[in-house]
């Protein structure tokens, strides 16, 4: 039996429904790691540390999408929830064209630049030049990836996160395919690493453009439409938060590499690499079930139900708490295997990465409560406290304790920073959901 995001809603049917976006961000997150095991396998260290020091600036550049998927799925199933099928639909096909547009002019930016910012930040020689090649051949797919982050969002409120999955499925095998083609296959090296990942966000963009496009079963179309000024502006507002805590990630990337290369040279930069494809996947729990109760609670939250609001609200919190002890405690078990996989080539690469991989996994603890909490006010339609859990999360907690814990704890500091910047981020949140529970009536 289908699942209609006006039902009622228990944990049973809860997880169901959020289930296939949980599935899609965590294979998404397992096919961006294969260009790092590839790489670091059969091409090498230089090359790995090159492109997990690239990467935040190409996440940052994509990242436009999460403005239009997530605000733009806020507003849209708010619409849907008032009974206004037709004006959704307008402003779906509105945002998707915008996104495409606005990643086909950054991709041409990104060219351009991309050598500058990889001199500004630090990279040289050999570390530099990879950088350069793996960079521009991704931007080449730019316009694809940002409607790839649109269309996660979308997918679900179109009723269908089970297509969602099959698309980021196919995309994902794709990644693996044509690495192990390119890469071990062929000797492509770090390009071949770059092709294939291009070649997958293709697939990830295209696809839904497709399907949208033509007569389909969902509650979603692409179609005719003019330019909606102020519900652009008010998907904006709606999506800063994510954009920013993609920009503010990206950002913080970028402040650890330089912090890493400080404190612990290529090795450093490898071993965050290393941590950062394995805390994707963990945090992509979070981030999938954060997608997949947005349009349950916008579409309440514009039908009025209040009690349902309530509802969602408090079994999401006893599903994200049980989440997190299990996380932290599966992390335990696997970090000697999970560090063995991308680096169990180098052992005192491997040590450092256990080693670091055992303070920063205490962040798993938290983080899900305040990924959560900036989604929910997203799909309450309320932009600015979203962006400030987002932007206090990342911008300010993170970015100090990266700049202040080294003075004191030296490497360790690093890799403990952002166990204390999700702890206070998740206290803030926890105040924020309690003062505005009167104005939303989910409490």
């Known amino acids: 039996m289908s699942i209609k995001i006006s039902d009622h809603f228990d944990n049973k049917k809860l997880i169901r429904f959020t289930l296939p976006s949980v599935a899609m961000t965590i294979f998404t997150s397992i096919y961006s790691m294969v260009d790092g095991f590839f790489v670091s396998n059969f091409v090498g260290k230089t090359s790995f540390a090159a492109l997990n020091f690239i990467m935040p600036v190409l996440m940052l550049l994509g990242s436009v999408g999460f403005i239009f998927g997530t605000g733009g799925s806020a507003l849209v199933s708010k619409t849907m929830g008032e009974g206004d099928y037709d004006r959704a639909n307008r402003l779906f096909s509105m945002l998707i064209y915008i996104a495409a547009a606005c990643g086909t002019i950054l991709a041409v930016l990104g060219i351009l630049f991309i050598p500058d910012i990889a001199a500004w930040m630090g990279a040289e020689d050999d570390m530099l030049q990879d950088c350069i090649l793996y960079g521009r051949i991704i931007l080449c797919a730019l316009p694809a990836f940002v409607l790839q982050y649109a269309f996660q969002s979308f997918f679900v409120t179109a009723g269908k996160p089970q297509l969602g999955f099959a698309v980021t499925v196919a995309a994902g095998v794709t990644n693996m395919v044509l690495d192990a083609l390119f890469i071990a296959g062929f000797h492509w090296g770090l390009a071949g690493a770059a092709i294939a990942t291009a070649m997958s966000q293709l697939v990830a963009g295209v696809v839904p453009c497709v399907y ?65 494809y394995i805390n994707f996947i963990f945090t992509a729990v979070y981030l999938g079930y954060s997608i997949g109760t947005a349009p349950l609670i916008g579409y309440n939250y514009g039908a009025e139900n209040h009690e349902e609001l309530k509802n969602l609200l408090k079994r999401s919190l006893r599903i994200i708490g ?122």
């Open 212 to 276: 949208f496009i033509h007569r389909n079963t969902s509650s979603l179309k692409l179609t005719k439409t003019r330019y909606d000024g102020k519900a652009l502006l008010k998907t904006c507002t709606n999506g800063v938060s994510e954009f920013v805590s993609s920009v503010a990630m990206s950002i913080v990337g970028v402040l650890y590499n330089v912090q890493l290369m400080k404190y612990a040279g290529e090795n450093g930069v490898a071993a965050y690499g290393v941590i950062m």
């Open 322 to 443: 049980f989440c997190a002890v299990s996380l932290f405690a599966a992390i335990q078990l696997l970090i000697g295997t999970c560090a063995s996989v991308f680096v169990g080539y180098d052992m005192d690469l491997m040590e450092m990465t256990v080693a670091a991989f055992r303070i920063y996994s205490c962040s798993f603890l938290f983080a899900g409560l305040s990924i959560f909490g900036s989604s929910f006010f997203t799909a309450l339609n309320n932009g600015m406290i979203s962006a400030v859990i987002s932007f206090m999360r990342t911008l300010v907690f993170e970015v100090g304790a990266v700049l202040l814990l080294p003075l004191i704890f030296g490497l360790n500091g690093i890799w403990g920073a952002v166990v204390v910047a999700e702890f206070v981020s998740a206290v803030l949140t926890v105040v924020l959901i309690a003062m505005k529970r009167s104005k939303y009536h989910y409490w």
